[in-house]
């Protein structure tokens, strides 16, 4: 079974500038969560989106935005760029069931994004 | 809110033997689930073990265990017969009702041969 793929790999982006970043989940898995690691704050929840709809939010500005697509790809985009958006952006995905059937997160190698 | 505290930053353990990293969250749920996720240079976060909070008993997998004290809302990863390949950083991590995870800062985690 494939895995969660993030793409790109890497981003050099300039103030201003906005975003868009790519996940496609482990095929069957319906819930997409993005996740925001810096040194300085450890790993932050961004966001959910199970079948298309946005399930749970994080504490982002609302610069940081995503979606979700019918076949589960998801993307996330940041607008207006800042330098503090520097960061690892990873992506899991889950099955989407309910916390009694929670099997665990399955996560991308992740996005590297540098504002410059 | 939940939160969840991992207080060492860094351990180191020789190869062959065993560790145990520290963990303690706090919630006022009484449904959720608990993992240690492995985090090597590749950046990719990689489960290591998921306790259920319904569960007494702790899990276990091949060389990592957990010690889940639900009371005191303590959960402990032990490594046994430590590997060069264990060296990374480990999270310990929290999920329960909204199934967002929440993350402790971590524990870099060194393996002397």
């Known amino acids: 079974k494939a895995g969660v793929t993030q793409t790109p790999r890497y981003l050099i982006k300039t103030r201003g500038q906005q975003v868009t970043l790519s996940c496609s989940p482990i095929s069957g898995h319906r819930s997409v969560s993005w996740y925001q690691q810096t040194p300085g704050q450890g790993l932050q929840f961004l966001f959910e989106?199970?079948?298309?709809?946005?399930?749970n939010k994080g504490n982002f500005p609302g610069r940081f935005s995503g979606r979700q697509f019918s076949n589960s790809r998801s993307e996330m985009n940041v607008s207006t760029l800042e330098l503090g958006d520097s960061a690892l952006y990873l992506c899991?995905?889950?099955?989407?069931?309910?916390?009694?059937?929670?099997?665990?997160?399955?996560f991308g190698s992740g996005t590297r994004l540098t504002v410059v | 809110a939940q939160t969840v505290t991992q207080s060492q930053p860094e351990m180191s353990v020789q190869e062959a033997e065993t560790v145990t990293l520290s963990c303690t969250y706090d919630?006022?749920?009484?449904?959720?689930?608990l993992f240690w996720y492995k985090q090597p240079p590749s950046r990719q976060m990689i489960l290591v073990i998921r306790?259920?909070?319904?569960?007494?008993q702790n899990a276990t997998e091949n060389r990592f265990s957990v010690n889940f004290q639900k009371a005191a809302k303590s959960f402990s990863l032990k490594i046994s017969d430590s590997q060069l390949g264990d060296a990374a950083m480990y999270f310990c991590?929290?999920?329960?009702?909204?199934?967002?995870?929440?993350f402790g800062k971590g524990i870099t985690l060194s393996v002397r041969p």
């Open positions: 991590a929290y999920t329960g009702a909204n199934s967002k995870l929440t």
């Open positions: 989106y199970f079948s298309e709809t946005q399930r």
């Open positions: 306790q259920e909070a319904y569960k007494q």
């Open positions: 919630t006022s749920e009484s449904d959720y689930y």
């Open positions: 899991a995905s889950s099955s989407g069931m309910s916390v009694i059937t929670n099997y665990g997160y399955t």
